[in-house]
């Protein structure tokens, strides 16, 4: 079982930026692809953006697109989310996971695997 740790969030007006880190242990996270998902109040949790265990290849909501940017640092075990010109609309816990599949190119149908860690509070102010 992995354990997972969301750390970064905070408060921040529109248009700011945070990064968003993501330690994980418990497993060979490097042969796992990674994904961010958040859950703003009242609403599903829903996946963000994911990246391959290689870090090669990356997927986007197109909500984030060209604002966002995942990435990992495997000798870290590590996945990050940079997250630029924030909107109010990106208010959420930001969580992340491990794909169910090991050696999986992810896609906007990225499947958790792990149970969820606490996530990360992000709010953005208008």
């Known amino acids: 079982q992995v354990q997972l740790v969301e750390s970064g969030g905070g408060l921040v007006q529109a248009g700011g930026s945070l990064r968003l880190s993501c330690a994980a242990s418990?497993?060979?996270?490097?042969?796992?692809?990674m994904g961010w998902f958040r859950q703003a109040p009242g609403k599903e949790r829903e996946f963000v953006a994911a990246?391959?265990?290689?870090?090669?290849?990356?997927v986007y909501i197109d909500a984030v697109k060209g604002r966002f940017t995942i990435s990992r640092d495997n000798a870290k075990n590590t996945v990050y989310l940079q997250m630029n010109s924030l909107k109010p609309e990106d208010t959420a816990v930001y969580f992340c996971?491990?794909?169910?599949?090991?050696?999986?190119?992810?896609?906007?149908?990225?499947?958790?695997?792990?149970?969820w860690g606490q996530g990360t509070q992000v709010t953005v102010s208008s």
């Open positions: 996971n491990a794909d169910s599949v090991p050696l999986r190119t992810p896609t906007l149908e990225f499947r958790p695997g792990e149970p």
């Open positions: 990246i391959s265990r290689s870090g090669g290849s990356t």
């Open positions: 418990g497993r060979t996270f490097s042969i796992y692809a």
